[in-house]
């Protein structure tokens, strides 16, 4: 049995992304195999990714950047998530869970 891409976790959510970094602009493209692809405008370079990343879901899930956690695939571009009680959920992950 394959993993959802999404779950809750108590108040929390736990994401599965496929991240595509360096993209013209940032968005939740859809399902990508079991997991969430994102992409986002900053390059894989020195971490500036994750903290993109970081913020980017931060506003779309209207929560503070410091709810957010990347629990899994802090190097690569498969990366599971923690958003701490989100007080918003975007449509396009609304529509996946």
């Not at 994401?15 to 968005?27: F, H, N, T, W």
């Not at 370079?45 to 990343?53: C, E, R, T």
């Amino acid at each position: 049995m394959t993993e959802k891409a999404i779950h809750q976790n108590g108040d929390d959510l736990i994401v599965r992304l496929y991240i595509q970094p360096k993209a013209s602009r940032d968005q939740i493209v859809g399902l990508h195999g079991d997991e969430i692809k994102i992409a986002i405008t900053a390059p894989p370079v020195d971490g500036k990714a994750n903290a993109h990343l970081v913020k980017y879901l931060s506003k779309q899930f209207k929560v503070a950047k410091g709810l957010i956690h990347v629990e899994k695939g802090l190097q690569g571009r498969h990366k599971q998530v923690r958003i701490e009680a989100p007080k918003a959920i975007p449509n396009e992950i609304e529509n996946l869970m």
